[in-house]
């Protein structure tokens, strides 16, 4: 008896890897491919009509901002809800159908200690990380656009403002990181609720993913109001 906490400890750091790895480096291909493309859609769609302006190069401020503060979180927040918590939610509603959640409570160990919060501890780890490289894909896909309109790569440079606005970067990683939480404890939960044969295992996939995306939009929402109350 006096073994099986350490057993447990060891059980859960050995599930945390693999389940990090998951939910970050398989997701690293999908989030550096839909980051540069979102940049090059986001600086093609500005330049295009602020050029007639003479501004297109204030199109990096423009997507630096955005991206950083809004676009980059968010986005993973989908993917993270499209992928990490569509499985979390299939693999503890098939344990729960199957009736092993009922063993692990029979045993006397807290699922929620030894499956959830591993879950939701690597999810909100790897957030910050696939949020800089949403970033970072973006900002070169923008900026391979405007190279092609013919601005060196040193004045876009000087035009990104996350150098000198630090504050939106780090607003993006907070978001991205409570946007994390809450998605996987809604893939958590859904697939805990799981009940009534394989069908179930399906449907609480699905209500994770759209209940993932829907937090992460009203939590986005509630960020804007509290980041404008307090002038930031």
Known sequence: MLALPVNLRLLRRSDFGVIAERAGLQALPLVLVLGFLIGMILAFQSAVPMRQFGADLYVADLVTIAL??????????????????????????????????????????????????????????????????????????????????????????????????????????????????????????????????????GQAATAAVVGGIVATVLLDGLFAVILYRLHL
Not at 72 to 99: F, H, K, W
Not at 107 to 133: D, E, H
Not at 163 to 190: E, H, N, T, Y
């Open 68 to 201: 950083c503060r809004e676009l980059g979180p968010l986005l993973v927040a989908v993917i993270l809800a499209g992928r990490t918590g569509s499985a979390y939610a299939a693999e503890l509603g098939t344990m729960q159908v199957n009736d092993e959640i009922s063993a692990l409570v029979t045993m006397g160990i807290n699922p929620t200690t030894m499956l959830v919060l591993p879950r939701i501890a690597a999810a909100m780890m790897v957030m910050p990380a696939l949020t800089v490289a949403m970033d970072a894909a973006g900002l070169t896909g923008m900026a391979s656009v405007l190279a092609a309109f013919g601005y060196p790569f040193s004045a876009i440079k000087a035009h990104i403002t996350i150098l000198s606005a630090p504050g939106d970067f780090l607003q993006g990683l907070l978001k991205g990181v409570v946007f994390a939480a809450a998605v996987a404890l809604i893939g958590c939960r859904a697939g805990l609720t799981a009940s009534g044969g394989p069908r179930a295992v």
